[in-house]
C-alpha cells in the first residue's frame, strides 16, 4: 500500500468512527474470522472459563471469538449561572450526557463486531471505564466479552446480537429456568449538591450529625441512574434486570469560596425476558474427577 493509498485507508476508517463504525482494519479482520467459520482454519479465543465454555455449549451456543468496542470522549463544558451555582442543587447534564454517549457508542462497536462474526450474542461482558489520568476532561469506555452464536438454526432470535455480562453458570441457570438475556442495560447522573445551612453547620461541628441535603442527593442521583436503566430494559420489552451493579462516588470540590459536592452514579445489568425455548435446554452431566497420589 502506498503513503497516498494508506492515507485514503485511514481518512474512511476515521469517516467510519465518526459515524460510529468501526475501524476499516477491525472490520476486514472479523470478515476474514467468520469466512473460516466451518472450515479447518477455524480459530477462536475466549475469556470464558473451562466450565464457563461447556454450560454456554450446553445452552445451545458455540464460541466465536472475542470482540470488543471501545469510546474514548472529551467532556464538555457546562456554563451554570452563578445564582444556580451558589444556591441550589442541579444535574451535571453534560457530564451525565457524556458518560452516556460513550457507553453507547462502546457498546454499540461491541455489537457490530457480533454482527460481523454473524453472532447471535456477546456472553461474559465486561467494561471498563476510565477518566482520571486518561487527559483532562477526558473519558474512555472499553466492553469486552465472548460472541456467541445458536447451534440451531431455530434457536435464533431476530435483531441485533444480545449483550450480557452474565457468566457461563448464570447463563445456563436463567435458561434453565425459562429466561433468555435480551441485552446489557445501563443508566447514570452525576449530580451536584450544595448543602443547605444545616448541613454546612454540621460540617463545622465537632458533633455526629447526618448532612441530610446530602443524603437527599444522594438519593436523588440513584434514583436518576437506575430510572435510566429501567427505561433502557422497558425498551427491549424486558421483564426485569439481572445481575445490576450499582457504583457511585462523592467528590468534594470549591467554586466561589463555597463546597459542592459532585455524586456520581452508574448502574448497569443484563435485561432479560421470557424464553420459550429453554425447556430444551440440556442437563448439566455431572463429572467426577479422580486423582492418585
Request: glycine residues 8%; hydrophobic residues 40%.
Amino acid at each position: 500500500m502506498t503513503d497516498e493509498e494508506r492515507a485514503r485507508f485511514d481518512e474512511a476508517s476515521q469517516e467510519s468512527i465518526r459515524n460510529g463504525g468501526l475501524p476499516l482494519n477491525a472490520i476486514a479482520r472479523l470478515q476474514e474470522q467468520e469466512k473460516r467459520h466451518g472450515t479447518p482454519e477455524q480459530f477462536f479465543s475466549s475469556d470464558l472459563s473451562v466450565n464457563e465454555l461447556l454450560l454456554t455449549r450446553q445452552c445451545g451456543y458455540e464460541p466465536l471469538g472475542q470482540v470488543m468496542g471501545s469510546c474514548v470522549y472529551n467532556v464538555g463544558w457546562q456554563y451554570i449561572p452563578q445564582g444556580v451555582w451558589v444556591y441550589s442543587s442541579q444535574e451535571f447534564s453534560v457530564l451525565s450526557g457524556a458518560h452516556m454517549e460513550a457507553r453507547k457508542l462502546a457498546f454499540n462497536r461491541l455489537q457490530q463486531e457480533a454482527a460481523l462474526l454473524k453472532a447471535d450474542g456477546v456472553v461474559g461482558v465486561r467494561f471498563i471505564r476510565k477518566g482520571e489520568g486518561l487527559f483532562q476532561n477526558g473519558l474512555e469506555y472499553i466492553a469486552l466479552g465472548t460472541a456467541v452464536r445458536a447451534i440451531n438454526e431455530k434457536d435464533r432470535y431476530p435483531g441485533p446480537p444480545f449483550v450480557s455480562n452474565l457468566t457461563g453458570q448464570q447463563h445456563y441457570a436463567l435458561r434453565q429456568e425459562g429466561f433468555r438475556p435480551v441485552g446489557f442495560v445501563f443508566g447514570n447522573c452525576t449530580w451536584l449538591q450544595y448543602p443547605d445551612w444545616r448541613s454546612q453547620n454540621a460540617l463545622l461541628s465537632f458533633r455526629n450529625a447526618e448532612l441530610t441535603s446530602l443524603t437527599q442527593g444522594m438519593y436523588t442521583a440513584r434514583s436518576l441512574a437506575v430510572g435510566r436503566m429501567e427505561a433502557e430494559a422497558i425498551s427491549l420489552s424486558a421483564k426485569g434486570v439481572v445481575q445490576a451493579v450499582i457504583e457511585h462516588s462523592i467528590e468534594e470540590i470549591e467554586a466561589n469560596n463555597s463546597r459542592y459536592f459532585l455524586m456520581t452514579f452508574l448502574s448497569f445489568g443484563t435485561a432479560i425476558a421470557s424464553d420459550y425455548r429453554s425447556s430444551e435446554v440440556g442437563e448439566v452431566k455431572p463429572i467426577v474427577s479422580l486423582s492418585s497420589n
